[in-house]
């Protein structure tokens, strides 16, 4: 009877993240496979590896919300035996629901179901005094937020654009002048978020072998100024050669246009496709490993585990399992080439 629990949670868990995969990795990848910048299967491939890079690097605080902040775990220690009916409960309520609203083409967020999930199980099991109110007074706020900051961000970097490139009489022009502040202004947001904490393994590897004992911010620093001239010299490849007082591409010798130069901006979303695929992988992918996690605990030590939940290198790559679901159900209802913006979810 145990193994059967063990293989349900595991199977829900394996669903689960294949869902994910349906309706939360396409985001990130959708747009740049329906414009044709990547393909179907270098989108897949590009979004499993920074999934799981952002799942390890920086998805252990999501777990642990998820695991042991959502609801007060001490009450289920004596009653181990609802511990696993509330993973359950609560893997079947997510899975069936993102599996539905996928099949519709409704647009859902995995962390709305997730979260619901968790705290209906429970407060069904023990009230709702085992909630944490602070916690999902907190997820609540965040879910408030979310599409008003980035609609705020996306507006404003698109009136950049709008008006700084591709509205003036030489958008060409404008393109080669602003590339490396656009590569600055990408490779800062990101490293800055991300190269903090990434970097401690280079780090400490350069300082072990050999004996480079550089300040953390130093290596950030580097790190981040090469990723600007890399940035900037791989967008600026296509310019080939100046005529008079304009800009060629190798596309051809006609002067570019405001469509080629629209055409080298696929690489700056290229990259802020990979750079969603990471933070994705960051948040989204510990809906599917929190449970399955909190159950390894459990299963062995036979406790009903602590509020920090340390997750195996083999569940986050059992979590990396939601990418198949890009090339599975996603792949209709997110990669139809932009043609109908209602079937993309979100």
């Known amino acids: 009877m145990e193994m059967a629990w063990l293989w349900l949670v595991v199977g829900l868990a394996f669903f689960l993240a294949w869902n994910l995969g349906a309706?939360?990795?396409?985001?990130?990848?959708?747009?740049?496979?329906?414009?044709?910048?990547?393909?179907?299967?270098?989108?897949?491939?590009l979004a499993g590896v920074l999934e799981l890079a952002g799942a390890i690097l920086f998805g252990q605080q999501?777990?642990?919300?998820?695991?042991?902040?959502?609801?007060?775990?001490?009450?289920?220690?004596?009653?181990?035996?609802?511990?696993?009916l509330s993973i359950?409960?609560?893997?079947?309520?997510?899975?069936?629901?993102?599996?539905?609203?996928?099949?519709?083409?409704?647009?859902?967020?995995?962390?709305?179901?997730?979260?619901?999930?968790?705290?209906?199980?429970?407060?069904?099991?023990?009230?709702?005094?085992a909630?944490?109110?602070?916690?999902?007074?907190?997820?609540?706020?965040?879910?408030?937020?979310?599409?008003?900051?980035?609609?705020?961000?996306?507006?404003?970097?698109?009136?950049?654009?709008?008006?700084g490139i591709l509205d003036r009489s030489e958008p060409s022009e404008r393109w080669i002048h602003w590339t490396p502040w656009l590569s600055v202004a990408v490779v800062g947001l990101v490293g800055g978020l991300v190269?903090?904490?990434?970097?401690?393994?280079?780090?400490?590897?350069?300082?072990?072998?050999?004996?480079?004992?550089?300040?953390?911010?130093?290596?950030?620093?580097?790190?981040?100024?090469?990723?600007?001239?890399?940035?900037?010299?791989?967008?600026?490849q296509a310019v080939n050669k100046r005529t008079?007082?304009?800009?060629?591409?190798?596309?051809?010798?006609?002067?570019?246009?405001?469509?080629?130069?629209?055409?080298?901006?696929g690489k700056f979303q290229i990259v802020s496709a990979c750079c969603m695929a990471f933070a994705h992988g960051s948040n989204d992918v510990g809906h599917a490993v929190a449970p399955l996690a909190s159950f390894a605990v459990f299963w062995q030590t036979q406790t009903i585990p602590s509020s920090v939940v340390s997750v195996p290198l083999w569940i986050w790559d059992w979590g990396h399992w939601h990418c198949g679901g890009i090339g599975h159900l996603g792949k209709e209802s997110h990669f139809d080439g932009g043609g109908r913006p209602d079937s993309v979810k979100a």
């Open 23 to 45: 309706n939360d990795v396409a985001n990130a990848m959708g747009t740049s496979v329906g414009s044709k910048v990547l393909t179907l299967r270098q989108a897949i491939l």
């Open 62 to 84: 999501v777990t642990v919300t998820l695991t042991g902040k959502v609801t007060h775990l001490q009450v289920f220690n004596e009653y181990p035996h609802l511990f696993v």
């Open 88 to 129: 359950v409960a609560e893997l079947l309520a997510t899975c069936l629901w993102i599996f539905c609203a996928t099949a519709r083409g409704w647009p859902v967020a995995s962390s709305h179901a997730a979260v619901g999930a968790i705290a209906g199980a429970n407060a069904i099991a023990f009230g709702f005094n």
């Open 131 to 163: 909630l944490d109110g602070s916690t999902l007074g907190t997820i609540t706020l965040a879910w408030l937020l979310t599409p008003l900051v980035s609609g705020l961000v996306s507006a404003s970097f698109f009136a950049i654009l709008q008006y």
């Open 195 to 236: 190269l903090p904490t990434a970097i401690n393994p280079l780090a400490n590897f350069l300082k072990l072998h050999w004996n480079w004992n550089l300040p953390r911010q130093d290596y950030v620093l580097g790190l981040g100024f090469l990723g600007v001239l890399a940035l900037t010299a791989w967008v600026s």
């Open 244 to 265: 008079g007082d304009r800009w060629l591409f190798q596309s051809g010798d006609a002067p570019s246009t405001r469509t080629e130069v629209e055409q080298q901006l």
